[in-house]
């Protein structure tokens, strides 16, 4: 296997925290790393399987915020809703630091429907 170069440690790193852009945007939890995964996919192989992980993770994260959101009916969804923020931001930040380290990071806990 070749060894990842700089410029694509870099841009998988950037995949996954630009899913932190909701915070500045509300729109960035799949949108950023859709945007960089679909810029950088054809060029980086290392970006295209981080980026296709991102996507995955977040696209879950954003399945349980939902699912988060509608149990706050019942009040144990203010909880979660806590839980799976913390949860999303850990897990963010700790496959940023493995793909800028050029290591091959899957998500726990996620629903792989992007292959």
């Not at 897990?91 to 990071?105: L, P, Q, R, W």
Request: charge should be negative; glycine fraction near 6%.
């Amino acid at each position: 296997m070749s060894e990842i170069s700089r410029d694509e440690r870099t841009w998988a790193m950037i995949c996954h925290l630009s899913a932190l852009s909701v915070v500045f945007t509300g729109l960035g939890l799949v949108l950023g790393p859709l945007i960089v995964w679909l810029i950088k996919k054809e060029d980086m192989p290392f970006v295209d399987e981080q980026g296709k992980e991102a996507l995955n993770f977040q696209i879950t994260m954003l399945l349980a915020y939902i699912v988060s959101a509608i149990l706050m009916i019942v009040l144990i969804g203010f909880l979660m809703l806590f839980v799976v923020g913390i949860f999303d931001l850990v897990m963010t930040i700790i496959a940023s630091i493995k793909a800028n380290d050029g290591e091959h990071y899957k998500y726990p806990l996620t629903l792989r429907l992007i292959k």
